[in-house]
């Protein structure tokens, strides 16, 4: 939602007032301002879990995919990406709703993760992780042995 106002010269009082409400009524009104350090968003995510990995889907629209960065250290996954600002050479900015953006995200999961095996892909927005369990993590069947019998 967006909101605008207008504001007659010299009404100093309606001015503080207005520009008060606007930051209170419009959450990103910060992130559009000039002055303001790039805000840090939490990504959205989705996780799936089937007995040999976990699946993570991130809704991260609008970066290169070479600003992404996916760490595992200690058991934590970590999603960091950054959106540059975008610009017309030669023109001015005069309204901005989605300026440069930070995106972090970082969980932990259940079972440890072969690292070696994690896959990241990035298409329309959206960046998707498959997290392998490590071998000792998935599920193994266990025979069982009746005791007293000799196998032979």
Known sequence: MMFMTMRRPGDAFASSVDTIFERLLTPWAEASAPTSATPVREAP??????????????????????????????????????????????????????????????????????????????????????????PEAQPRRIAVQVAGVNAS
């Open 45 to 134: 995510m989705d996780l799936w879990e089937t007995d040999s990995a976990y699946h993570a889907a991130l809704l991260t629209p609008g970066l290169a995919a070479d600003s992404i960065q996916v760490t595992i250290e200690d058991g934590r996954v970590t999603v960091a990406a950054e959106r540059k600002p975008l610009a017309i050479e030669g023109a001015r900015p005069l309204w901005a709703e989605f300026g440069p953006a930070r995106y972090r995200r970082a969980f932990r999961l259940g079972t440890a993760i072969d690292t070696a095996q994690v896959q990241a892909t990035y298409q329309d927005g959206v960046l998707r992780l498959a997290l392998p369990k490590s």
